[in-house]
């Protein structure tokens, strides 16, 4: 087995409703996840602010 090159250290914080905030170790923003378009109407919620969920953070991860 190869040598561990990182080592993710990230704490999510459950805001309103569908929306999540995440404090990623070496970065000073927080990212927000969410709901937007059909994943909203699919579980038949109308948040505050839309934001992107976590399935669009995964599929840009794997097409970058």
């Keep these: 087995m190869g040598e561990v090159v990182h080592t993710?250290?990230?704490k999510i914080f459950k805001e309103q409703g569908?929306?999540?905030r995440?404090?990623?170790e070496g970065f000073s923003e927080p990212v927000y996840y969410?709901?937007?378009g059909g994943i909203k109407?699919?579980?038949k919620v109308e948040p505050e602010k839309?934001?992107?969920a976590t399935l669009d953070h995964?599929?840009?991860a794997v097409g970058g």
Aim: proline fraction near 5%; glycine fraction near 4%; avoid cysteine.
């Design 8 to 10: 993710s250290r990230i």
């Design 18 to 20: 569908p929306t999540r």
């Design 34 to 36: 969410g709901v937007h």
């Design 58 to 60: 995964i599929v840009a």
């Design 41 to 43: 109407k699919f579980y």
């Design 22 to 24: 995440a404090i990623i």
């Design 50 to 52: 839309e934001h992107a």
